[in-house]
């Protein structure tokens, strides 16, 4: 907690200097400034003995001191920065920043007594200069799970996936929770055997079960869904849905972690078992012995076993890259496998385990490792007490990323994207640049000094202010990526696993095995950081005075007792004495802190009493069975920052103008509906001069091409603006240089003027057949795409469906762009057209979705020598040509999707070596029989074969929201 808050306050302030339009007073910014250094001196000294805290009551109290001054400071310094944002008139203002000025000077008064505590125990903190940024750990290359052991199961699965059956079969892995269950299914999954499925789909069941959600999974697996069907289909539907989607076909189905027979009994159902679907397999995995063997077609399910001593030593020492960073002379083989035997076996111990070891240098920190894990006695005790021991060893700075995935639902694939941009939003992204921090402390330095010796010369303060709005900027422009480096850090230490990666390589969504996803939301909890459950469940105390009485879902009062917190974080009864969390009459747990962080998902969760809910700085909305009348009761935080309303039903307007006062967000995700229009999001959203993020998504129809206003740009922090794709927005009408991603832009707002306005966008989209020029399909505007050369790497141009003509000529389009990624979609180019992109010279990712009505493409100018990943989605292409000696040399990935007319690949592509992979999506037997004989042909040269995987999608939808428009 201490972290959390601690990071949080230090960013609230670099907020605030950052701002172009000062809101406090000069001499402010300077006491802010200075603040900021002496929270880096307390961050060095939690940095150097979080882990002794764990043993050690003193330190322990000094960081309940740290988190009770930083809870105290960051509130008061929020709360009047709010009062200046909705200060109307000068007056009132300058009241709120005279009130900023008193509460900086207690702060301080309060931090100078926690630094001489903390000088008492190291005097070498006092030189806060010394502090550098983190580099406590040494991230590995990520790697996707791969499977250790068991390997006479997977031979067995594998062999009875190759057998065509009469009769559908089922088969249960079972297994004790972080043995493999997943990894092996995933492998089965994943393996080329199972092309000759005419379906495959994947769904997570989890302790929680929901029977929309799992079905909705398996859905978008075979069909496309658009988000009206997911919102007004109920269970049923989609079930009845599914089971004719699935009759006469051969199909593939893993369920996931199921947790009871009633559960599988209830989604059993959805699958037919006709002739027609002979050979079918449906792949359940789960903890429960009774569950697989209920289940299991035959006689014994698969019953997975614990690592033997030498598979043990191969996962641990793959996964910490031993041979290579460990010389066998040093000493750490014997020591690793005596480590690698206390894990017992169990696969996901030693994964966690090597994370821990990552950030531990010397042989005498494993040691101390070893003898941490001897404490550790059965093999059960390890699923908790593992997570703590990595946990406890965890780098100080990435404590609260890590508890901060609690706000995710068990099994829900997180979007890498969105973590970046919510760690930054919170407050917990440090700049990992020393030179900037030094900086920092100069242009503070500068300013002191002008305030101190002539207060009355304007110009020399500007130009001091310049100063540390530049070194500011650049250590915003830091923030993303050392955010990401954190992703990778948790990545290399197995506490987050890759579950997709995007066409360059890089991470796109991640997941939590549920075991750390259990211990991370009970940390998270008992830290009083975070609610987690159900709307259903969920009930506040919205004033200490009322006797305790707290609100039901139904509005009705209920008198539970209450408690609140002493400073050391001890329980206090009201009578004063002290207790324990207690618990409620139908057994739920008693909160009295109220939580950082709300987030709500379906059939989860005890019931919480919520005090201090006007504290809370984030709203989650992560299920569409969400109450929403019931939204007002967790909206009296006007300091929230984080507001992801996406997957709320409609609110109704009575809720949404309490969203007026939200002046402090940073991270915004809603929907357009009837009870939502842009005007009255306009109203919200134009008030927010913190914003960073904003998505905008809608639900139906009713705002199909609809121009947003430029006010909702309004914000100076503005970094990713992101509208649905039968949206677009005006462009800003002021210079907005921290703008990174916008999209969509329409083609006739693509000038000179508007590009200069934008000039470090690094990602855009441009939409064409818009409102509100629908004719404004006038190619010669993308010559304007110069005045972005250096920073554009992503370019998106996209047509709406139903637009009457296309672009039909590039030759506008710069050449000299240095843009690693370009999505075409819908442009009408002729195929000679499309080859002048392979003269872009950086270019690494291209996807065409229905670029062309021709039927043939032949090479040209352009050879695409960059080129490492092609999609390609062309129903009318029939010929293709492709010179393998001169064209796609670096060509990694091909994948083919509705080529229905396509004859053949191009056998050009023998001649490209680096080809790895051909996916092929709904393409007809001669293009898979022809990708077949490309990888044979190799093989005979002797190059390494091509891993082909075809899927037969069964498409209803044309979906205008897929993933390739908007997708990293």
Not at 114 to 142: G, M, N, R
Not at 578 to 592: A, C, L
Not at 942 to 954: A, E, F, L, T, Y
Request: aromatic share 6%; net charge negative; proline share 4%.
């Amino acid at each position: 907690m201490a972290s959390v808050v601690l990071a949080s306050l230090k960013a609230t302030m670099e907020f605030e200097i950052q701002q172009p339009s000062p809101r406090v007073l000069p001499d402010d910014l300077i006491q802010m400034g200075s603040l900021i250094q002496h929270l880096s001196t307390l961050q060095a000294f939690m940095k150097k003995f979080h882990i002794k805290a764990f043993e050690d009551a003193k330190i322990k109290s000094v960081e309940n001191q740290i988190k009770h001054v930083s809870l105290k400071a960051e509130d008061k310094i929020e709360i009047q920065l709010r009062n200046v944002l909705l200060a109307v008139g000068e007056k009132r203002k300058e009241d709120a920043r005279r009130e900023i000025h008193g509460i900086l000077e207690e702060i301080r008064k309060d931090i100078d007594k926690l630094l001489e505590t903390v000088k008492q125990h190291d005097s070498s903190l006092a030189d806060c200069s010394q502090f550098l940024p983190d580099q406590d750990t040494i991230p590995l290359t990520p790697r996707k799970e791969e499977m250790v052991g068991n390997r006479e199961e997977l031979e067995q699965i594998i062999k009875q996936l190759k057998c065509k059956t009469e009769e559908r079969q089922i088969i249960s892995i079972s297994g004790m929770g972080g043995i493999g269950k997943t990894t092996l299914a995933r492998t089965i999954y994943d393996d080329p055997v199972t092309n000759h499925f005419d379906v495959r789909a994947w769904t997570t069941m989890s302790q929680q079960y929901e029977g929309k959600q799992t079905l909705i999974a398996l859905l978008r697996c075979i069909t496309t869904l658009t988000p009206e069907e997911i919102k007004t289909s109920t269970k049923e539907d989609l079930a009845d849905r599914l089971q004719k989607l699935l009759k006469g076909r051969r199909y593939l189905i893993v369920v996931d972690d199921v947790w009871s027979v009633e559960a599988w009994d209830d989604i059993k159902r959805c699958f037919p078992n006709e002739i027609n679907n002979k050979g079918s397999i449906l792949l359940l995995t789960t903890r429960d012995k009774k569950v697989a063997k209920y289940t299991h077609s035959g006689n014994s399910p698969y019953g997975l076993k614990l690592l033997n001593e030498v598979d043990s030593w191969v996962l641990f020492s793959r996964n910490l890259d031993f041979e290579i960073r460990f010389p066998k002379s040093l000493g750490y083989e014997d020591v690793g496998k005596k480590i690698a035997k206390q894990c017992q076996g169990l696969p996901l111990s030693i994964v966690v385990v090597v994370g821990i070891l990552l950030s531990k240098g010397s042989l005498g920190e494993w040691e101390k490792i070893r003898e941490e894990l001897a404490l550790i006695l059965t093999v059960d005790e390890q699923c908790t007490k593992i997570p703590a021991l990595s946990y406890k060893h965890l780098p100080l700075h990435l404590k609260p990323c890590f508890l901060h995935l609690g706000v995710f639902p068990e099994d829900s694939e997180m979007p890498a994207k969105k973590l970046v941009r919510l760690w930054i939003a919170e407050g917990f992204v440090k700049v990992g640049n020393g030179k900037a921090l030094k900086d920092m402390k100069k242009a503070l330095d500068e300013m002191e000094k002008t305030v101190v010796e002539d207060m009355d010369n304007t110009l020399v303060m500007d130009k001091a202010l310049q100063g540390m709005d530049n070194t500011l900027k650049d250590m915003g422009r830091a923030l993303e990526d050392t955010a990401l480096e954190y992703l990778q850090a948790l990545i290399s230490k197995s506490l987050i696993l890759i579950r997709n990666q995007s066409s360059n390589g890089e991470v796109k969504t991640c997941r939590m095995h549920d075991l750390l996803h259990d211990f991370c939301v009970n940390k998270a909890e008992d830290e009083n950081l975070l609610y987690a459950g159900s709307m259903r469940r969920f009930r506040t105390v919205k004033n200490l005075n009322d006797g305790g009485s707290t609100s039901n879902d139904d509005g009705s009062k209920s008198n539970d007792g209450g408690s609140t917190s002493n400073d050391d974080g001890s329980k206090r009864n009201d009578d004063g004495s002290k207790s324990n969390d207690e618990s409620t009459s139908n057994g739920g747990s008693v909160k009295h802190e109220g939580f950082r962080w709300l987030s709500f998902w379906p059939n989860y969760g005890n019931v919480y009493i919520c005090y201090n809910l006007d504290k809370s700085r984030s709203l989650s909305f992560l299920h569409r069975d969400a109450i929403p009348t019931l939204i007002g009761q967790c909206l009296p935080s006007n300091l929230l920052r984080v507001l992801d309303l996406i997957e709320l039903p409609p609110l109704s307007n009575e809720i949404f103008m309490s969203l007026r006062d939200l002046v402090l967000l940073r991270y915004m995700d809603i929907a357009l509906d009837d009870c939502l229009s842009p005007e009255e999001l306009v109203d919200v959203v134009s008030k927010t001069q913190n914003l960073q993020t904003l998505i905008i998504s809608q639900n139906g129809t009713g705002f199909s091409d609809m121009c947003l206003p430029s006010k909702l740009l309004k914000s100076p922090q503005l970094r990713h603006v992101e509208v649905s794709y039968a949206l677009s927005v005006d462009p800003p009408r002021k210079v907005k240089e921290a703008l990174h991603t916008l999209y969509w832009l329409s083609l006739d707002h693509c000038t000179k003027e508007v590009f200069s306005r934008i000039p470090n966008v690094k990602k855009l989209g441009i939409i064409c057949g818009s409102k509100p020029s629908p004719k404004a399909i006038e190619p010669a505007n993308l010559e304007n795409l110069e005045s972005l050369v250096d920073k554009l790497e992503t370019l998106m141009i996209a047509f709406r469906k139903g637009s009457p003509t296309g672009l039909q000529s590039l030759k506008s389009l710069p050449l000299n762009l240095n843009i690693k990624k370009l999505k075409l979609k819908r442009t009408c180019l002729p195929w000679s057209e499309i080859n002048l992109i392979g003269m872009l010279p950086n270019l690494e990712v291209l996807k065409l979705k229905e670029v062309s009505d021709g039927p043939d493409w032949e090479p040209t100018e352009g050879n695409f020598s960059k080129l490492k990943f092609l999609y390609l989605e062309a129903e009318k292409l029939e010929s293709w040509e492709v010179d393998g000696g001169d064209q796609f040399r670096c060509l990694k990935h091909l994948v083919l999707k509705k080529c229905t007319k396509l004859k053949a690949i191009p056998t050009g592509f023998e001649d490209v070596n680096t080809l790895e992979s051909i996916e092929l999506l709904n393409c007809p037997l001669p293009v898979k029989e022809s990708a077949r004989e490309i990888s044979d042909n190799r093989e005979t040269y002797g190059s390494k074969p091509i891993n082909i995987r075809h899927v037969d999608q069964i498409q209803e939808v044309d979906d205008d929201e897929d993933a390739d428009d908007s997708s990293e």
